[in-house]
């Protein structure tokens, strides 16, 4: 039987406003993608997923939204979508797209529709609509606070003005965006047609939004402790056991169709074992290994990091993923040009330390080829490709993301790594638009990088990714297995079939065995010894 795609294919995420703007109006839309969607064939992805690109009012950035079967004007039609999908077929391509189903935006017609019902109605009970505490009910329902900042809970009138003021609305992000309530027979009907809907118009999957946070702990507790999401946190908004019944059924769907539809989860929660629980044999395919992407630039971590993700998700018979980059977390190369590098993924402004972007792009192209080299899936977010640097001197003025907002203005937000794509360094706007609009600036570092700069261009980092993703099919390392090798404590080394992966982690250089061929690797290397911070591919056999 042939392997199912998704075990070992290298998903390349697209962020649709970011990505290539058609129109000329600053904002990337899904014609854009179409055009550009040789380009990701050129590099040799094998999948793509979409963020958001349905109907909204972009409170934050897609996430919140409107209506799940409508594309936003911003980006296009339904035709649009479909020819898109229609496209990256004919490339061999496959399509995810993300599902959001943790909240809707306030302005789906449910919400609007709940607002103007009384307390109790099947209109108000889709969401989490409670009574305040307090002798006039002037204090939430509970102490949980939003992930953008500020309290979970909106007193009604605060939203439409009605007067009635005896409810409170959850939502766990922005105000914007109430969350569901997953209890509501309805609200899973409806999802499962949502679900339908796309696996007709033909994707092959799905990205599940905030996969651990559908359900909540009965009753709703205070809770004291931290809740940060992107922590992996517990508490009674995440990982409640209940969730894993809306996976059971999902599943269910998407085995009803040909061509092995997936599901991706992403689930921030509090180690591999309960990680791997979402991906038991009849819930999710995958899930984002948020463990890696947050792993310090330290080889150790490295190698527990790699072991123990491993093992939980063979001890369900899923596939392990790979993750350096997405559209909430600090680019890498910045990341990595941290003088604790690795040690934070929040995004920076120009008050904070400002990384060594140099230094963070040797170690950022040495992770990328440690990640590639490994079994399994793995993600590429755009413009990684390039070695894109986080945009850490964005004006504040121009910020959107709602933690910014919620923040009270001490949290930068995620702007800084969702910069319109670079793909020609002389045209207006780095060729992202053909006018030169955009809706936030690139920096400048970005032309010398931008994708005209580097295609062709030997030891380049697209060039770089290309050759690894070509190499990795060629010798099918997705779908081998690992063996780790002891070279030094700096140095996280494992074979995969007939290649060895060596990475050097801050150590000393390392001479590399005798006798072997040097595949590839992320700095130069000649006299034989494998620098600090850099990878390298060798055949063995
Ligand atoms: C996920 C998305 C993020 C969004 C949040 C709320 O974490 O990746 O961008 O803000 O969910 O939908």
Redesign the pocket.
């Known amino acids: 039987m042939a392997v199912e795609w998704w075990r070992d294919a290298v998903i390349y995420q697209i962020y649709p406003r970011s990505f290539a703007d058609s129109t000329g109006d600053g904002y990337g839309d899904l014609p854009g993608i179409v055009e550009r969607l040789p380009y990701l064939r050129q590099l040799g992805v094998d999948a793509v997923w979409l963020s958001p690109f349905y109907l909204s009012p972009m409170a ?1 950035a897609g ?1 919140d939204v409107a209506d799940y079967l409508t594309v936003d004007p911003l980006f296009g039609d339904l035709a649009d979508a479909q020819r898109l999908i229609e496209r990256a077929h004919e490339l061999d391509l496959r399509v995810i797209v993300d599902l ?1 189903p ?2 809707t935006s306030d302005e789906h017609k449910w919400f609007r529709q709940a607002l103007v019902s009384e307390p109790g109605s099947v209109e108000r009970a889709r969401y989490h609509f409670v009574d305040g505490r307090g002798e006039g009910g002037e204090l939430p329902p509970n102490n949980w606070k939003s992930i953008f900042g500020g309290p979970a809970w909106t007193r009604i009138d605060d939203a439409d003005g009605t007067g009635d003021r005896t409810q409170w609305y959850l939502h766990l ?1 922005d105000v914007k ?1 109430p969350d569901l309530n997953w209890d509501n027979e309805e609200v899973r009907q409806h999802f499962d047609d949502v679900l339908r809907f796309w696996l007709d118009l033909g994707v092959d999957g799905f990205r599940v ?2 996969a651990h946070s559908l359900v909540k702990a009965d009753g709703l507790p205070d809770w004291d402790e931290e809740q940060a ?1 992107l922590d992996g946190l517990v508490g009674p908004m995440w990982d409640q056991d209940g969730v894993h019944d809306v996976y059971r059924r999902w599943r269910k769907i998407l085995d009803e169709y040909d061509g092995d539809r997936s599901l991706v989860a ?1 689930a921030w929660v509090a180690d591999p074992e309960r990680l791997a629980l979402y991906l038991r044999p009849d819930e999710m395919h995958t899930a984002f290994n948020f463990e890696f992407l947050d792993c310090r630039w330290d080889a150790a971590e490295y190698r527990e990091i790699i072991a123990s993700t491993m093992a939980a998700d063979e001890a369900v018979g899923a596939p392990t993923t790979w993750v350096l980059n997405n ?2 977390v600090l680019r890498s190369v910045s990341r990595f040009g941290l003088t604790d590098p690795g040690s934070s993924h929040e995004g920076l402004g120009s008050e904070d330390e400002q990384p060594d972007n140099e230094a963070g792009l040797r170690r950022a192209r040495a992770a990328a080829l440690m990640m590639l080299g490994l079994p399994g899936s793995a993600y590429v977010y755009q413009g990684e490709e390039l070695g894109l640097p986080e945009h850490t001197t964005l004006p504040d003025e121009l910020r959107q993301d709602p933690t910014w907002f919620r923040s009270g203005f001490t949290r930068v937000g995620r702007d800084g790594c969702r910069i319109p794509m670079a793909w020609e360094a002389a045209e207006p706007a780095l060729g992202f638009s053909p006018n030169g609009a955009r809706w936030l600036p690139q920096p400048d570092a970005y032309a010398e990088l931008a994708v005209d700069q580097q295609v062709g261009e030997d030891g380049s980092t697209w060039e770089l990714y290309r050759s690894a993703l070509a190499l990795r099919k060629e010798l099918a390392l997705g779908r081998g297995t690992l063996e780790w090798v002891d070279v030094a404590d700096d140095v996280v080394a494992f074979d995969n079939g007939p290649v060895r992966v060596l990475t050097n982690v801050l150590g000393s250089p390392v001479a590399l065995p005798e006798g072997c061929e040097v595949l590839l690797s992320s700095t130069p290397i000649d006299d034989g010894m494998l620098p600090t911070d850099a990878s390298v591919w060798l055949r063995t056999s």
């Open positions: 934050d996430y959001v943790n909240h992000f965006q939004d905030v999401m992403e559209h909430d």
